[in-house]
C-alpha cells in the first residue's frame, strides 16, 4: 500500500481532526467511532510492515487504558460484538445530558463506561491519538 504504516497514522490524525471539526452531532459520532477503528488499525500497519515487533505493539496496548478502550471500541464497531474484551465486561457506551452543550454539541455527551471509569469520548480520542503520537515517535521500549 502506498506510505505504508504512516499513511495509515496521517489517516488517523484525519479523522481525529474531522471529529474536532464536525459541527453536525451526527457527523461527530460517525467520525468517533471512524477514528477509533483508525487509530486501532494502525497497530496493524506497523506489525505488518515490521516497522514494530508484535511484542512492543501488545505491550503498549496492554499498557494503557486508553489503548484498551481503543482496541474495545473499534472491534465492537466493527464486528458488533467483541470475543475478547480487555476487561471481564466490555465497555458501554452511553449519550448523557450536558446542559453545557456536550461534546456532540446539542447538549448531550458520548461517554465510555469501563471498569467503574466514565470516560468523555472526544477527550478519550484525543488520549488515544497522543499515545500513537508518542509511539511513533520513539517513546517507546526497546526503540532506537
Given at each position: 500500500m502506498?506510505?505504508?504504516?504512516?499513511?495509515?497514522?496521517?489517516?488517523?490524525?484525519?479523522?481525529?481532526?474531522r471529529?474536532?471539526?464536525?459541527?453536525?452531532p451526527?457527523?461527530?459520532?460517525?467520525?468517533?467511532?471512524?477514528?477509533?477503528?483508525?487509530?486501532?488499525?494502525?497497530?496493524?500497519?506497523?506489525?505488518?510492515?515490521?516497522?514494530?515487533?508484535?511484542?512492543?505493539?501488545?505491550?503498549?496496548?496492554?499498557s494503557?487504558?486508553?489503548?484498551?478502550?481503543?482496541?474495545?471500541?473499534?472491534?465492537?464497531?466493527?464486528?458488533?460484538?467483541?470475543?475478547?474484551?480487555?476487561?471481564?465486561?466490555?465497555?458501554?457506551?452511553?449519550?448523557?445530558?450536558?446542559?453545557?452543550?456536550?461534546?456532540?454539541?446539542?447538549?448531550?455527551?458520548?461517554v465510555?463506561?469501563?471498569?467503574?471509569?466514565?470516560?468523555?469520548?472526544?477527550?478519550?480520542?484525543?488520549?488515544?491519538?497522543?499515545?500513537?503520537?508518542?509511539?511513533?515517535e520513539?517513546?517507546?521500549?526497546?526503540?532506537?
Amino acid at each position: 500500500m502506498p506510505g505504508g504504516w504512516s499513511a495509515q497514522l496521517d489517516r488517523a490524525r484525519r479523522w481525529h481532526a474531522r471529529l474536532q471539526l464536525a459541527a453536525s452531532p451526527t457527523d461527530r459520532y460517525d467520525f468517533l467511532f471512524a477514528f477509533f477503528e483508525n487509530a486501532f488499525h494502525l497497530r496493524d500497519w506497523l506489525a505488518d510492515s515490521g516497522a514494530v515487533k508484535q511484542s512492543d505493539l501488545d505491550a503498549f496496548i496492554e499498557s494503557s487504558a486508553e489503548m484498551r478502550l481503543c482496541r474495545d471500541l473499534a472491534n465492537s464497531h466493527k464486528h458488533h460484538t467483541i470475543r475478547s474484551p480487555s476487561q471481564p465486561a466490555p465497555p458501554s457506551e452511553a449519550l448523557e445530558y450536558d446542559p453545557s452543550g456536550g461534546n456532540l454539541g446539542n447538549g448531550t455527551s458520548v461517554v465510555i463506561l469501563s471498569d467503574g471509569t466514565k470516560w468523555d469520548a472526544l477527550e478519550l480520542a484525543s488520549a488515544v491519538m497522543r499515545k500513537w503520537d508518542g509511539f511513533v515517535e520513539g517513546e517507546r521500549p526497546g526503540a532506537a
